[in-house]
Each structure stands twice: as C-alpha cells, then as structure tokens.
C-alpha cells in the first residue's frame, strides 16, 4: 500500500500520517515513512529520539538526473537504485519504521 | 517555483513509482496544492485528504481530492480531523456530501496530541487509547482489511 497524506497546513496531516505509520508497523508490516513536507516535523510524531533525529541528513541534489525520454519531455530521475537510497539515507524510527526526510533538500543547494 | 522544491517533487515521484511493492509507504506530503497538479502524487495507491471542520480547510481538501482524482489513484478519501463536537460532524458531513466526496472517518480533537507533542513524545507513545490516537489505529485497520 502506499499512501499519501495531504491537507492544509496545520490539519494534523503529519499526526495522521506518522501515527497510521506506526500503526501499520505494529501490526507487522513494513512500512517506510516519507517526509515530503518542506517543513519536516514527521520524525516527531513517529517517535524518534533526538540522538536519531540528529542522523538525518539532507539527500544530495545529484541523486537526480535530467534525461530526456523518446517523447522529448525531460524528466528527473534517481541516478541509483530507491532501494540504496533508502539503506543510506533512511532512518530508523520505532516499530522498524525507516524514515526518509525529503525536505531537508532544500537546505542542500541554492534554488 | 523554487528549484529546490522541484527535486523534492520529482524525488517523491521517482522513489514512489519505483518502490516494489512489499513494503507500505506512508508520505506526509508538502502542504498545499500545487505539488498534486505536477503529478507528485500519481504512483500511490491511497490518497487521504485530512479536513479541519472550517471552511477553508473544507475547500482545500475538496481541490486535493479533485486534484487526486485527475491522477488516476485507485482509492481517494477524505479523513476529518480535530472533529469537536457533533455540530463539526454535521459540517463535515454535509459539505462532503454536497460536494460528492467520500468521508473515510472522523479523527476527534485531542489534548492529548498537544501533551505529547510537548513532552517530545510520539502521541502514540504517550498514550495509545487516546481517542485520536484509536481513530488513527482503526483507520490503519480499515485500509489493510
């Protein structure tokens, strides 16, 4: 299953998302939680304590390329494979959670 | 559009419609609408569009689901959120039903999401019968039925 959970700043989007997260992990699956907000407060809600907050780290901008397709659109797409991204740069949170942050992308580079 | 919100996008949508399949993915996504209409959302399976029990929160979750639906995603809900008192479940109810959308459940207003959070305490941590720690348990529940 993969979810997305959106709303309106201050809807309790992340509440819902990191606690239905932990629920899901709890009963046995396993789940990876993305923190796609650009102000990332998910790792709180799962549970993290602040010694594994402080490994998060930003994903480096050249995890995306630029390639044009057949049809001429040019798109981004991941120069390695989602699975080493997610050993390297993901978390760990409670209940086996992994966590990745995508926000914190933004601090990598100059827009 | 900042450059750098672009790569987020395009990283949320690249790691999701690669991911294969054994593992649930749960994204916060980035509030607001515009990453919904550049597609950030197209490769999930179920899109919860969480509303507040006031208008402009009603409205927003009304365009997202709009929005959603457009992406072709297999199931698309609604999930009321801080829900007080039988009057904010009467505006939920009777906005989602005017407007056509579908009302997955109501999370009720909590303290004890406030307590927790100042405590730096995972709500479901400080206190796993809260009642809209339960909601958000039965709602796990009902999607993995």
Do not use: Q
């Amino acid at each position: 299953m993969r979810i997305a959970i959106a709303g309106k700043g201050g809807s309790g989007k992340t509440t819902i998302a990191g606690t239905l997260a932990r629920s899901l992990a709890r009963s046995g699956r396993p789940v990876l939680a993305i923190d796609a907000d650009s102000n990332p407060n998910l790792a709180t809600v799962l549970g993290l304590d602040p010694e594994r907050s402080r490994e998060i780290v930003d994903l480096p901008r050249d995890l995306l390329e630029k390639r044009t397709g057949e049809d001429g659109v040019t798109r981004s797409v991941f120069a390695a494979d989602p699975d080493e991204i997610v050993a390297e740069y993901a978390v760990d949170a409670p209940d086996g959670i992994r966590m990745l942050v995508m926000g914190t992308i933004h601090h990598s580079g100059a827009g | 559009m900042c450059r750098a919100h672009a790569t987020v996008r395009g990283l949320v949508g690249e790691l999701v419609s690669r991911e294969e399949g054994d593992r649930d993915l749960v994204i916060d996504m980035e509030a607001g609408l515009e990453h919904l209409s550049r597609g950030t959302g197209r490769h999930v399976s179920t899109f919860l569009a969480v509303m507040e029990p006031y208008f402009r929160s009603m409205e927003t979750a009304r365009r997202a689901v709009t929005l959603a639906r457009e992406l072709d995603i297999g199931r698309v809900e609604v999930v009321a959120n801080k829900v007080r008192d039988p009057e904010d479940r009467e505006a939920i109810a009777s906005f989602c039903a005017s407007h056509d959308l579908p009302l997955l459940t109501a999370v009720p207003y909590d303290d004890s999401l406030i307590r927790s959070e100042r405590h730096g305490s995972a709500p479901i941590d400080w206190d796993r019968d809260a009642p809209a720690v339960k909601a958000i348990r039965d709602l796990a529940s009902s999607l993995t039925a």
